[in-house]
Structures are given as structure tokens and as C-alpha cells.
């Protein structure tokens, strides 16, 4: 049961222009979403995240946008550069389910970005 | 941003032995995270490492296979037992930000077992 999902494995966009990376998740629960990106050979660094609260949160070039009715969240980075090419992971946490789920990340299968010059 | 040491970085070993993974973290935390990243997938939860108390295993993990230590509140292992090589993977470890809902991430160990 994938409880989070992207279903676009890749995206290749130009520089300078927007990529917009997608997230699905079926849990209701879920009320923090967390956007992470990888590198090869590198563990996950944290990008951005959003409460259940909001439907919007701006950092820089990266705007994440939150549909709870939908279920659905986007990551948008404007505008686009080289080194913005990786492997990008939605997560999601139920911080007020407590008990055992409090600290767990449920992730995505990841989508690779490849922004070209 | 706090710092996790993980370490080997990577390793290929043989079927039927055991390797013992090590995460060393700067800053003291009560929760510590391990993930497994099979080829082509997401990042799976393995374990919660408390310090103090055994660590509380995800579905479909054991700790027969995946034994976990938390010695102190700063330190972390994780070995994989009598691998085959269904266990090859990348296995990272994680704490919780002071202060946020973030986690941050060793660089992860990449094993492959032949």
C-alpha cells in the first residue's frame, strides 16, 4: 500500500524555465509534508515542508503548494538551474497522530530531475 | 544543520555473513531512524532507535535480521544479518532537527551483497 506517490518517475526541463514535480498521498493522517532532494552517493537533504495548515510556503526559488481536499502537493522551483538535476522526494508525517507514528516519514518513490542548460 | 557521520560508505559482502553499520550523530537526540532504499524505490522505515529501550521495528522487519544498538543518546547501528542479496540497498540513518518537524540524513551506506 503506497501511501505516498509520485507518479512521474522523471522530468527534464530547460533552464530557466519551471519544474513543477507532483505528489499524491491516500493517508489521511498525514498532516506534515517534507520535500527532499538526493544526490548519488549522498543521503537525503532536507529542501522544504509544509503543515496540514497551510496551502502555500515559499523558500527562494522553491514554492511548495498543498491541496488537502486533493490530497495532493507540488513542488515548483523558478527558475530552474543545473544543479537543481537530482532524485526530489515527497514525505509525509502524522506529527499529531503521536505514539508510534510520531517521527516517521513515509516517502515517494522519487522523481529525477534533469534541468538542461 | 546537525551532522550525521555514517560509515562504511560502501561495502560488498558475501552472502550469508553480517554487516554492522555505524551512525554517529553531533548533537544528543532521543529518536534516531533507520531507512532502507532498495534499488528503484522509495525510502523505507526500518526501525525507531530509542536510547534506552529496544528499538520498535516497521512491518515486515525483524530484529533477528535487522539487530539494532543505541549505546548513548549521540550513536547508532544497525546491522544486517545473514544477508543475501535481496539485502542490497543503500541504508541510511536519520535524527529529527531540534526545534522543527525536518529530519536530517547520513550519506547513507550503499551495500551489495554477492
Known amino acids: 500500500d503506497q501511501q505516498v506517490k509520485q507518479n512521474s518517475p522523471s522530468l527534464s526541463v530547460q533552464e530557466g524555465r519551471i519544474s513543477i514535480l507532483n505528489c499524491d498521498y491516500t493517508?489521511?493522517?498525514?498532516?506534515?509534508f517534507l520535500w527532499y532532494k538526493k544526490y548519488p552517493a549522498e543521503g537525503p537533504t532536507f529542501l522544504i515542508s509544509?503543515?496540514?495548515?497551510?496551502d502555500k510556503n515559499e523558500d527562494g526559488r522553491f514554492t511548495v503548494f498543498l491541496n488537502k481536499s486533493a490530497k495532493h502537493l507540488s513542488l515548483h522551483i523558478v527558475p530552474s538551474q543545473p544543479g537543481d538535476s537530482a532524485v526530489y522526494f515527497c514525505?509525509?508525517?502524522?506529527?499529531?497522530?503521536?505514539?508510534?507514528?510520531?517521527?516517521?516519514?513515509?516517502f515517494g518513490q522519487g522523481t529525477i530531475l534533469t534541468v538542461h542548460p | 544543520s546537525a551532522v550525521i557521520s555514517q560509515k562504511p560508505s560502501r561495502d560488498i559482502c558475501q552472502r550469508g555473513t553480517s554487516l554492522t553499520i555505524q551512525c554517529q550523530v553531533d548533537?544528543?537526540?532521543?529518536?534516531m531512524f533507520w531507512y532502507r532504499q532498495q534499488p528503484g524505490q522509495s525510502l523505507t522505515l526500518i526501525a525507531t532507535?530509542?536510547?534506552?529501550?529496544?528499538?520498535?521495528?516497521e512491518s515486515g522487519f525483524v530484529i533477528d535480521k535487522f539487530p539494532i544498538s543505541r549505546p548513548n543518546l549521540t550513536f547508532s547501528t544497525l546491522t544486517v544479518s545473514n544477508m543475501s542479496p535481496e539485502d542490497s540497498s543503500i541504508y541510511l540513518c536519520?535524527?529529527?532537527?531540534?526545534?522543527?518537524?525536518?529530519?536530517?540524513f547520513g550519506s547513507g551506506t550503499r551495500l551489495t551483497v554477492v
Open positions: 514525505a509525509a508525517s502524522a506529527i499529531g497522530a503521536g505514539g508510534t507514528s510520531y517521527g516517521k516519514l513515509t
Open positions: 493517508n489521511s493522517m498525514f498532516d506534515y
Open positions: 509544509i503543515s496540514s495548515i497551510k
Open positions: 548533537s544528543q537526540v532521543t529518536m
Open positions: 532507535a530509542n536510547q534506552g529501550s529496544e528499538a520498535t521495528y
Open positions: 536519520s535524527k529529527r532537527d531540534r526545534g522543527t518537524y525536518g529530519y536530517t
